[in-house]
């Protein structure tokens, strides 16, 4: 055990339980005038975390993710998870998380512990069904990067989403856009989110890997993040419709995404609002 899971400085208490992926990462060609705030917090002492601060950030990363999901598939999971089963569950990713990357002296992400983070999330199905682009139903298991084709929920009904030969140079292609600091940290941190669940290297639970490895990659660095799951479960359709545009989108254009981020740091309580300066037309989260 890394530590005792915590949320919010308190100890977990759970009572309910075909597009093709770019190559490189397009700079935009001006620095938006969020993104400029966004550069600017990364530097910013309020946003430094001390590694005695690592279990309770990543308890909170972890828990603004899939305690709004174990909700919303009540009873189903309330019938498979008792409270105590789930905080085990949360724990046990906490600490892979902590051992596997934030804590660990290779300072890359790598494929190796996405596949590891993702046989946590599913250490406790034997198998989960998927639907194939044949249209038969077939499973997955836990850590293995997709072997067949399958489909993505897009524009409310399936899609297919890149070759499953292809995905091992996708991830390595992906990887390194992230770790490319030519590129500002904020755009990285967004497009490696929505690069992932586009990727859809796993045939299930793409859209949670993305969002953990996002807030992981910033905590890596010794930044506070922003929970961007949170702004799933406050509007997961718009999200979801937000990745499609971005899918079909060459530019790669995320600019009404900053200001999400913005307000997200906002809410995390690290006394920011008076360096967070939103325009009218900011999105809302």
């Known amino acids: 055990m890394v530590g005792k899971l915590v949320v919010n400085g308190n100890p977990t208490a759970l009572g309910l339980v075909g597009h093709a992926v770019p190559n490189e990462m397009k700079i ?10 966004l550069e600017a917090l990364s530097l910013h002492p309020s946003l430094k975390v001390n590694p005695d601060q690592h279990t309770t950030i990543v308890g909170n990363i972890l828990h603004h993710l899939m305690y709004p999901y174990f909700l919303t598939r009540a009873p189903e999971m309330q019938e498979k998870f008792s409270e105590r089963q789930y905080q085990v569950f949360m724990q046990a990713l906490a600490d892979y998380c902590l051992r596997g990357y934030v804590e660990n002296p290779e300072p890359r992400l790598t494929i190796e512990f996405i596949q590891g983070l993702h046989r946590q999330f599913y250490s406790n199905a034997l198998s989960v069904p998927v639907k194939a682009v044949d249209g038969s139903m077939t499973t997955i298991v836990p850590g293995e990067f997709k072997t067949t084709p399958v489909f993505s929920r897009r524009n409310g009904g399936w899609a297919a989403t890149p070759a499953a030969e292809n995905v091992q140079g996708d991830m390595a292609s992906l990887l390194d856009r992230l770790h490319d600091e030519a590129v500002p940290l904020f755009q990285r941190y967004i497009q490696t989110m929505f ?6 290297p796993f045939p299930d639970g793409n859209g949670k890997m993305a969002l953990v490895i ?4 910033l905590l890596k660095l010794g930044l506070h993040p922003p929970y961007f799951a949170k702004y799933r479960w406050s509007d997961k359709k718009a999200l979801y419709s937000r990745a499609e545009r971005y899918a079909t989108d060459t530019s790669r254009d995320i600019s009404d995404l900053y200001p999400v981020v913005l307000r997200l740091y906002e809410e995390c309580g690290l006394g920011l609002g008076d360096r967070i300066q939103l325009n009218e037309n900011a999105a809302d989260v």
Not at 28 to 37: A, C, G, R, T, V
Not at 195 to 200: S, V
């Open 28 to 37: 935009l060609p001006s620095i938006n005038e969020h993104l400029q705030q």
């Open 195 to 200: 690069d992932f669940t586009e990727t859809h």
């Open 214 to 217: 996002g807030d992981l990659y």
